[in-house]
């Protein structure tokens, strides 16, 4: 199937989410 | 034995695999047989997404900041850090010896770079390990199989990518098998440029 692939950019990014804290 | 005990949240951002944080720490005299290594270790928390993953690692102590002699380790769920966990015999771990200071930063490079499946690799990453030591800190990224060389050097080529790292600097590969045998993670270890 497909791999969910994330850099390291984007998932700095959702560090600072809402969903995350 | 991919069962999942956790879930990705709503509206959260799934990881390609779970993954569970382990800790340990040991007395540095004395001697760390497999029994007492599997005693000391401790299974610490698991993460299926990275709102998972933030929330959790924001907890942790960062592993600069441990004294002693202790380690994180962030494997896939269902894998033990352990060279005799099925998924690990036949394998073998990249080696980065770091002067005291780096630690935090590059631990949180290279599981990043894991838990964004930046090694293209397939099934092939088991964990990577941040170990604290006296001297200098050590992070590791075990794999399933090392006589497989097309993925120890493509391991390799990644980490120095996401690391950072100098082309000249040194990194270290050695089989389980062989870890094993010297009930040692660090002596020995075959030096590749």
Known sequence: GTRIIYDRKFLLQCRTSPLAR | NRRRTVCPGAGEHPLQYNYT????????????????????????????????????????VRPGDLS???????????????????????????IIRLRKGLA??????????????????????????????????????WNRTSNDQTTTSRIRDTLRRVLNLPTNSIMEYKTHTDSLRDNSSFRNTKISI
């Not at chain 2, 990043?112 to 088991?126: H, N, Y």
Request: charged share 25%.
């Open chain 2, 68 to 94: 002693g002699h202790s380690d994180f380790h962030l494997f896939k769920e269902g894998i033990k850090p352990m060279w005799e966990d099925e998924s690990n015999r036949s394998g073998g771990k990249w």
């Open chain 2, 21 to 60: 944080f382990w800790y340990s720490r040991r007395t540095p005299s004395r001697p760390a047989s497999s029994q007492s290594y599997e005693q000391n270790i401790r299974q610490i928390g698991s993460v299926a997404s990275v709102e998972q993953f933030w929330r959790f690692y924001s907890h942790l």
């Open chain 2, 104 to 141: 935090s930063r590059f631990w949180e490079n290279i599981i990043l770079a894991m838990l964004g499946e930046q090694f293209m690799v397939g099934e092939e990453i088991c964990g990577a390990v941040v170990s604290i030591r006296f001297q200098e800190d050590i992070l590791s990224i």
